[in-house]
C-alpha cells in the first residue's frame, strides 16, 4: 500500500495491483484509466470521473512507478524513412509546472488568471468534450471549466499546464539515420493502459500455471498482487525445471 499526496489536497491510498485488475483494462482511454484509478484506490465509480485529472493521473503514476519504474521508453515511426525512433523520459521530469503564468488558488479546485476563474478538468469533461469534432474541443473545455471572466483556449491551456500538470508531453525526435524530425505525444493513461495490456497474454499463462498447479480457483488467484503471482509462477517453473531429466 503507497500513500499518494493529491496535488488538489489530501491524501489516498493506492494497493498494488492484483489480477483482477490486470484482466480489467481495456481500451486505452480516459474513462478506462479512470475506472483503473478508482479500483486501486477505492474511490467511488459513480464519482470517480468528477475527481479532477491530476488527482487521477497521481494515482497511475504511482501505478506505473510500482510496474514499470519513473522512466518511460517507446517507440515512434520516423516520418522521413519509417524506422523506429526510441522515445525515453521521465515521469518526475513532465509533471514539472513550466512557471511561466501566475496563477492563483481560490477553492480546492478553483483558480484564477487575469480576473477569470476556472476550474479543473475532469474525466466527465473529457468524455463530454470527445463527442465534438475536434477542432471544436478546445472550446467546447473551456466553455466547461470557465466560471467567469474571459480567457482564450490558449490561456486557459497555459494555466492548466501550471497548477494542474497532468503527465502528458509534446516531444520532438530527431531521426539519426534520415536527420527529419517527428513529432510524438506521451499520455501517461494511455501508456500505461497499454502496456499492461500487452502483457495480459503472460498474465493468462500465470494463472493456468497456478491453477494447474495448485488447483486454485481463478477468483483467488486472481486476487493475488502481481508480484505475488510473478513469485509463485516462477518458484512452479524452476521446480519443474528442477524434477526435468
Do not use: K
Amino acid at each position: 500500500m503507497r500513500t499518494v499526496t493529491r496535488p488538489t489536497g489530501g491524501h489516498l491510498d493506492v494497493r498494488p495491483l492484483t489480477g483482477a485488475d490486470e484482466r480489467s483494462v481495456g481500451a486505452p482511454t480516459r474513462l478506462e484509466a479512470c475506472r483503473l484509478a478508482a479500483r486501486v484506490a477505492s474511490l467511488p465509480p459513480r464519482s470517480a470521473t468528477e475527481v479532477p485529472l491530476v488527482d487521477i493521473d497521481a494515482i497511475l503514476r504511482v501505478i506505473h512507478e510500482a510496474l514499470y519504474g519513473d522512466r518511460v521508453s517507446s517507440e515512434v515511426a520516423c516520418r522521413g524513412c519509417e524506422d523506429p525512433l526510441e522515445v525515453l523520459l521521465s515521469l518526475g521530469a513532465i509533471s514539472e509546472p513550466p512557471g511561466e503564468l501566475p496563477v492563483d488558488r481560490v477553492g480546492e479546485v478553483e483558480y484564477a488568471v487575469h480576473g477569470a476563474r476556472f476550474r479543473l478538468p475532469t474525466t466527465a469533461d473529457v468524455i463530454a468534450v470527445d463527442s465534438e469534432p475536434s477542432e471544436h474541443r478546445g472550446e467546447a473545455l473551456r466553455s466547461r471549466l470557465l466560471l467567469d471572466g474571459e480567457l482564450s483556449v490558449d490561456v486557459l491551456d497555459a494555466a492548466l499546464d501550471e497548477v494542474a500538470c497532468c503527465h502528458e508531453a509534446n516531444l520532438e525526435v530527431r531521426c539519426e539515420r534520415c536527420g527529419a524530425t517527428t513529432s510524438a505525444q506521451f499520455l501517461l493513461h494511455e501508456h500505461l493502459l497499454r502496456s499492461i495490456a500487452m502483457e495480459q497474454r503472460w498474465l493468462i499463462r500465470e494463472i493456468h500455471l497456478l491453477a494447474s498447479s495448485y488447483g486454485w480457483p481463478l477468483a483467488d488467484i486472481e486476487r493475488l498482487t502481481r508480484t505475488e503471482r510473478r513469485q509463485m509462477a516462477r518458484l512452479i517453473q524452476a521446480d519443474r525445471a528442477g524434477a526435468a531429466p
